[in-house]
């Protein structure tokens, strides 16, 4: 059976230029960066204490950009909107709490967009 989700690809233009962003930025730890196939890396990522990794790929006939389908989870959206801000990452949404929980959208260095949640 399933167990769990292994690992989420990101689809980078740059490689050097998103590994710098998730690990700069975002504070993301590399778990593995090796030669993948002609000129592209394998670039996973670790998330603190999840076991769920991040691997930014360059995938041919695919672009970056546009809304992601990956929420990132947080206990404090505003401590780590406010926390991420100052670091440097563009918001398109600031904090909006709703009747499930609080939300922000930012951009990473790919302009692809990602919704910062509460549990």
Known sequence: MITQV?????????????LEFYTQKLGFRVATDQPHTEGLR?????IGGAETKVVL??????????????V???????KTYE???????????EPKTE???????FRDSEENQFVLSSK
């Not at 990132?72 to 505003?78: E, F, M, P, S």
């Open 6 to 18: 292994k690992f989420v690809s990101i689809t980078v233009a740059d490689q050097d230029r998103a």
């Open 72 to 78: 990132w989870q947080t206990d404090n959206v505003q």
């Open 99 to 105: 009747s499930w929980g609080t939300s922000a959208i």
């Open 42 to 46: 394998w670039l996973e990522l670790k």
């Open 83 to 93: 926390e991420l801000k100052a670091r440097g990452v563009t918001f398109i949404q």
């Open 57 to 70: 790929f360059k995938t041919p006939g695919r672009e970056p950009g546009g809304f992601s389908n990956v």
